[in-house]
């Protein structure tokens, strides 16, 4: 079974800290993607990386950085978190080809207070 | 741009029928189906690539209409299990995902 283990399920931080967000897949997938889920507004995608060193802006970018050194781990980055960054934060991984389903972690609660 | 779901919610009783629709304003390559219960991950129900394919999975169904760029889910004799949020993907340069379709099924 695919396992994709997000770091923290809850997490608690001021505005201003600068917030990592960390995800681990252990399948060898390409493909990784982060997306914040709100209510009433789904599933919205902030950046995705399809290979190592690799990566793309999602719909959401603003106020998020990425890095996928590793294959197998994809870090967000908060340079310096706002209140309206307080969500859930999800992340997800598939193999190629890009027919294949994604495997979402269990997800990271973050509150910026 | 999200794709765009209707209804925005559902409610059921054991054994009625309901269909999701999935509607994007680009040309698509796939459409994916997932469901979220509640505190739990999405989990995956099924892909549709273009080429108008229908698939099924037990008493859940999915079609997908590539001129329309529209795709359906199908829950036929529903179950309590299928209570949820059932969201769809559509997948061009990039897999963005609809604001949801909350379905519940009541005894």
């Known amino acids: 079974d695919v396992k994709v283990t997000q770091s923290s399920r809850y997490l608690v931080k001021r505005t201003g800290e600068k917030v990592f967000l960390e995800c681990v897949q252990d399948?060898?997938?390409?493909?990784m993607f982060w997306y914040r889920q709100d209510p009433g507004l789904g599933l919205r995608l902030i950046y995705f990386?399809?290979?190592?060193?690799?990566?793309e802006k999602g719909d959401i970018p603003e106020g998020y950085s990425v890095s996928r050194e590793k294959k197998e781990r994809f870090s967000l980055i908060l340079e310096s978190a706002s209140t309206n960054q307080t969500s859930m934060y999800l992340c997800?991984?598939?193999?190629?080809?890009?027919?294949?389903?994604?495997?979402f972690g269990n997800g990271t609660r973050l509150t910026v207070t | 741009q999200q794709p765009v779901q209707s209804p925005q919610a559902v409610i059921l009783r054991e054994g009625e029928d309901a269909v999701i629709n999935c509607s994007s304003s680009?040309?698509?390559?796939?459409v994916h189906w997932y469901r979220q219960k509640h505190g739990e991950a999405p989990v995956f129900l099924m892909i549709?690539?273009?080429?108008?394919e229908q698939k099924g999975h037990d008493k859940i169904s999915a079609s997908f209409n590539e001129k329309k760029q529209q795709s359906s889910l199908y829950l036929t004799a529903s179950q309590l299990s299928y209570s949820g949020t059932y969201f769809c993907?559509?997948?061009?340069?990039?897999?963005?995902f609809g604001t949801g379709t909350r379905l519940q099924v009541f005894p």
């Open positions: 997800a991984s598939r193999s190629q080809p890009n027919n294949s389903p994604l495997h």
């Open positions: 399948m060898d997938h390409e493909n």
């Open positions: 990386s399809y290979d190592v060193k690799m990566k």
């Open positions: 680009k040309a698509l390559y796939s």
């Open positions: 549709l690539l273009k080429g108008g």
């Open positions: 993907g559509t997948e061009r340069d990039k897999l963005i």
